[in-house]
Every structure is written in structure tokens, then in C-alpha cells.
């Protein structure tokens, strides 16, 4: 496919992706048609078209520069109604309106002061002979009064409607009444001779432009009312055909009589009123009827509404902006102890418990102010015998946004259950970690046994060699204590006096080492620590503190004279491979060393 190509069928999609407001329809058929007709008048004047002039009796009588006018304004109005216009750009479709608008003055100004700017036969030079206003070239006066009228009620358009609506319809009268001329053959009167010789056509296109005037003015014009399948608008436009269908008949009806001698003039007028009158009762009455079915409909559906609104279970109520109750249902009373109409013209906020108002107000600011719908949102409210239940809420603004309507359900047994399961939750959470706290404490020291310990140092491990990957890392080292003797302190005063020997020294670890510093029971009378952030000289000066503390301690456990009781350990870094086995393995020989140079005494490198 060629660029070219490509690139039309790129614009076509983007013109066509253009948005559309919801009554762009009218203005851009009207708009297409008034440039449209312009176009083709302006054809034939290029082409001095006889063949145009034998298909269409007087189509050429429309002025050259009328014919301007409604090809310039036309595509403004089409252009309006492309939203922002063509590109985007809303000032496109003003400008060529006004223009259309100054061509319209300028011709104009030359028929009310009398002088020749010779405008029209620079522009439009016309053929000798060519029918139209009493200046040759000239659009009629009336022409240009309606282009005038259709151009200000464009700019307009978005600041006046009323005013719009009003200019469209005098344009829209002063098209008819040439059109009405045409087709009853009237003599308009002298005074107005020179004013009202505006072509057939020229008056159906300024008709046909004032309709799209109209529409340019979207959901605040009268289309509102005359489109959609609301019963309102089935009747306007009923009414509509009526009131213009039912006059043109009978008028012709009495011409026709006239014409033929039937009977003089004041007769065909009684005909003409009397005709009239019965049509439009006839009308009248046939949409009482459809109004009066339509009002029964109404009435049957508001009575199953409220039937709903009272039979349902739920708590159902309309607000207005300020949370104040405008109607509730019986559930209200059945649910919340309150009696009918107790509750009307209250506050929302008076029912409140402390504790839920703040919350709830913020809520309601977002819901009445903001228009945001409101789900799921639950709060306490007072019962008429002064408990609180808990209510769960749904509402959403009217369109008007002048009512909020809103369905709360009781919801505290549920809510009650819910506590009631967390309690549960919260007692099986409380044993589940005292089990699991037995499971990996020992419950003699109350520090952790071997089997967490042997579970926790390859995390350990594997957080050490992570770090060491990304960063520096930092000195771990191991402390291996024995107590010196333990087994003779069984022997001599019974495992009831080691045990507390054993609370005694563990107690003691708990105090003296970090919360992060890995601390076990690893069996007998032997104890194990995991210190981060300590060299093998600090692991030294750490045991050493312990053992001095435990040495002057004196331990109390039911013997004649207290116990005195020393520790031996051994120290050991952990190296760069980070295996914690080979650092316990060297701490033991030191141990061991410690025990066998006398014990009481921390050895380490």
C-alpha cells in the first residue's frame, strides 16, 4: 500500500475516532446539507449550468454570495459539531461562521445605506437578466437578517441558550413565512417588496441551518425533549406534528375552496378555525389518553416501589446532602426499635457511637460532596433501647445529586462472631507459640536447647555468606562453657541442687549476652554462644566476664553451707568458609585445655 494511502486511511481513522457530542447528529447533517446546496449553486453559476436550471426551476435564483455564505457557515456548524472542531481546534468553526456573518453584514450594509461598495459585482458578478433582489448580485435583505441572526446565536451558543433559541426561531419564522408564500402563491405586501424576495431554496437551507444552530446547543436545547423514548418526549413530538401539520392542511383545504368558488373568504376562514379547533381537540384528547396511561403506568410502578421499599428486610432510607433522614422503611422499626416517622428530618450522625464518627463523617464527606458510591462501609449506631449494632452500609446519589438512597443491614452477629473467632484465633496463636517455645527452650535455664540450635545455625550460616557477598563482613565467634565439677555437685548434694546450679548459670547468660547473640543449653552442663560482631579476643574477654561473675556468686540450694561453682570455656573465630562445626570443633580443644591446666579459666585464640 503506498504512503499516501496509508496515510488518507490514518486521517479517515482519526477523523471518524473524533468524539461525538450526544446530539452532533443534527448539526452535522444540517451543516453538510446547507454547504452542500451552496456548492452546487455555486457549481452551476461556475458552469452557467442550464442542465441545473431545467432539473430545478429556479435553483440558480439564489444569489452567488448566498450561496457562499451557506457553503462558509455550513462547514462551521459541521466543524462545531465535531466537538472541538476540525483537529481539535474549536476556533476553526468559529472563525469560517464569522465569516459567513461579515459577508452577510457587508451585503447587507450596502442595502440599508444605499451605496454601491461594489462588493457583490467584484465577487458574484451575475449574468444580465438574473432574477433577484432589487440589486443585482445582491442576496435579499431578509437573507442576510437570517444569516446575521444564525451567527450571533452561534457565538452565543454556550453562554445564552435561551437567547440562541430565540434568534433560531425568529430565522426559522422569517424562512417559513417566504416558504408559506411560495407554496400559497402570496403577494407579499408592498412595504415588504423589496425585503421578502428570498428563493425557495435559500429559505429551506436557512431553515434547515437554524435546526442545526439549534442542535449545536446539545443536551440544553429543546432535542433533549424531542429525542429518547421518555414519555415526555413521545408527546412533544406528537404535539409537534399536530401543531404544524394540522394548520397547513386546513389552509390548504380553504384555498382550495376559495380557488374553486366553494365559498367567499370569511367562510373558508370559519371552515379554516372551526377545522382547525377540531384537529387540535382531537389531538388534545388522544394524548390525554396516552398521558393519562402513561400517568397509570407511573403509578403502578411507584406503588411496587414502595411496596418493595416497605416488605424488604433491609434498612432502607433516603437521605438528603446533609445525612438527614427523608424516609425509612418499617425494617427501621422492626430492627432498630425506632417508631414510624421518629426518625424523619434526624441526623445520621446523632445515631453515631463515639467511637465510629469521625470515620463515618469522613466517609460521608467523600459520599454527598464527591459523589463517590458508598459499599461495604460499616459503623455502630444506636438502638432505640440506647445499644449500639453494628450496620453495614451501600448508597448512591440520585442523578441530581440532591437525595442519597442507602440499604444498611444488621450486621453485629456476624460481627460478634467474627470477635468471637479472633478471641479464638488470638488463644490458639497464644498456646501455639508457648508450645513452640517449649518445643526449643530448655525448660530448666530457659535458654534455647540443641535442637534449636542445631536447626538455627545453617540460617545462620547462609545470612553470613550473603552478606559476605555483597559486603564486609563481620567477625563471628563461638563460646563453649563447662561447669567445672558438675557431676561431683550431683553426686554430693543430689540433682536437685544441680539443677539449681543450672538456673543459676543460665540466668546468668541471659543477662550477659545480646538479644542477637545465639545462646543454648547444648547438654549436660555444657553451654554454646554465637556472638556476631565479636573477634576471637572479645569472645575471650566475654567468657572471662562470665566466669568471673559466676565465681563470686554463692548459690543458695537447700546445703548447709552455699555452693561455689566456676566455669572453664574455650574461644574460637569462625573462618572465612563460615563453618560453624570447624569453630565448635576448635573452641573444645580449648576447652578441653582449659579443663586440663586446672579449669576456672577461658581459653581462645
Not at 455564505?69 to 455550513?74: A, D, P, Q, S
Not at 372551526?274 to 381537540?281: A, D, E, P
Not at 430492627?335 to 434526624?346: N, T
Not at 448512591?396 to 479464638?424: C, Q
Request: net charge positive; glycine share 10%; hydrophobic share 45%.
Amino acid at each position: 500500500m503506498s504512503a499516501p494511502t496509508t496515510q488518507l486511511l490514518h486521517l479517515r481513522r482519526h477523523w471518524a475516532s473524533l468524539p461525538m457530542p450526544r446530539f452532533a447528529g443534527v448539526p452535522s447533517w444540517g451543516g453538510a446539507a446547507a454547504t452542500m446546496v451552496g456548492a452546487i449553486v455555486l457549481l452551476g453559476w461556475l458552469l452557467d449550468a442550464d442542465g441545473l436550471k431545467a432539473l430545478w426551476p429556479g435553483l440558480l435564483t439564489m444569489k452567488a454570495n448566498t450561496a457562499v455564505c451557506f457553503v462558509v457557515m455550513g462547514a462551521g456548524v459541521v466543524a462545531l459539531a465535531r466537538s472541538d472542531g476540525f483537529g481539535r481546534q474549536p476556533w476553526i468553526g468559529t472563525a469560517l461562521v464569522v465569516a459567513a456573518g461579515a459577508l452577510a453584514a457587508a451585503t447587507l450594509s450596502q442595502y440599508l445605506t444605499g451605496r454601491d461598495l461594489g462588493i457583490d459585482q467584484l465577487l458574484f458578478r451575475e449574468p444580465t437578466g438574473q432574477i433577484g433582489t432589487v440589486i443585482p448580485g445582491r442576496m435579499a435583505p431578509m437573507t442576510g437578517v437570517c444569516f446575521l441572526l444564525l451567527t450571533i446565536a452561534i457565538l452565543l451558543r454556550t453562554r445564552a441558550p435561551r437567547l440562541v433559541q430565540f434568534l433560531c426561531g425568529v430565522a426559522l419564522a422569517l424562512a417559513a413565512l417566504n416558504v408559506f408564500d411560495f407554496i400559497f402563491d402570496a403577494a407579499a405586501p408592498t412595504f415588504l417588496a423589496g425585503s421578502t424576495q428570498m428563493a425557495l431554496n435559500t429559505a429551506l437551507t436557512i431553515g434547515v441551518l437554524a435546526i442545526a444552530t439549534i442542535g449545536l446547543l446539545g443536551a440544553a436545547g429543546p432535542f433533549k425533549s424531542l429525542t429518547g423514548p421518555s414519555s415526555t418526549g413521545v408527546l412533544f413530538r406528537r404535539l409537534l406534528a399536530v401543531s404544524v401539520a394540522a394548520p397547513i392542511l386546513m389552509a390548504v383545504l380553504r384555498l382550495q375552496g376559495q380557488r374553486l368558488g366553494l365559498y367567499d373568504t370569511g367562510y373558508g376562514i370559519s371552515l379554516m378555525l372551526v377545522g382547525t379547533i377540531g384537529l387540535g381537540l382531537v389531538a388534545i384528547l388522544k394524548l390525554a389518553g396516552s398521558a393519562k396511561a402513561e400517568e397509570t403506568k407511573r403509578q403502578a410502578a411507584e406503588l411496587e416501589r414502595d411496596r418493595f421499599f416497605e416488605l424488604s428486610l433491609d434498612l432502607l432510607v433516603v437521605f438528603d446532602t446533609d445525612a438527614r433522614f427523608q424516609k425509612v422503611n418499617k425494617s427501621w422499626e422492626r430492627r432498630m426499635g425506632y417508631r414510624d416517622g421518629e426518625l424523619i428530618g434526624q441526623s445520621m450522625f446523632d445515631l453515631l457511637h463515639p467511637d465510629e464518627r469521625d470515620r463515618t463523617i469522613a466517609a460521608a464527606q467523600r459520599h454527598f460532596v464527591e459523589g463517590a458510591e458508598l459499599t461495604g462501609f460499616e459503623n455502630r449506631c444506636r438502638h432505640a433501647d440506647g445499644t449500639y449494632r453494628w450496620l453495614e452500609w451501600m448508597s448512591r446519589m440520585s442523578p441530581d445529586r440532591t437525595v442519597a438512597y442507602a440499604v444498611a443491614r444488621d450486621v453485629s452477629d456476624r460481627r460478634d462472631s467474627d470477635d468471637r473467632r479472633r478471641r479464638r484465633e488470638k488463644v490458639l496463636e497464644a498456646r501455639n507459640t508457648t508450645l513452640t517455645e517449649r518445643a526449643v527452650r530448655d525448660p530448666l535455664t530457659g535458654l534455647h536447647n540443641r535442637r534449636y540450635f542445631d536447626e538455627a545455625v545453617p540460617r545462620l550460616e547462609r545470612r553470613w555468606k550473603r552478606t559476605h557477598d555483597v559486603a564486609e563482613p563481620a567477625p563471628v565467634s563461638v563460646i563453649l562453657f563447662d561447669l567445672d565439677h558438675f557431676g561431683k555437685i550431683n553426686k554430693q548434694h543430689g540433682h536437685q541442687v544441680g539443677d539449681a546450679v543450672l538456673r543459676e548459670f543460665g540466668q546468668m547468660l541471659r543477662k550477659r549476652f545480646r538479644g542477637n547473640d545465639l545462646v543454648a543449653r547444648y547438654g549436660g552442663e555444657e553451654f554454646v554462644a554465637i556472638l556476631v560482631g565479636a573477634t576471637a579476643a572479645d569472645a575471650v574477654r566475654i567468657a572471662d566476664g562470665v566466669r568471673v561473675d559466676l565465681e563470686a556468686v554463692s548459690i543458695k540450694a537447700g546445703t548447709e553451707n552455699p555452693l561455689r561453682v566456676t566455669v572453664s570455656a574455650g574461644c574460637a573465630q569462625i573462618g572465612d568458609d563460615w563453618s560453624t562445626a570447624t569453630a565448635l570443633t576448635r573452641a573444645d580443644l580449648w576447652l578441653s585445655q582449659a579443663k586440663r591446666g586446672g579449669r576456672n579459666q577461658v581459653i581462645g585464640l
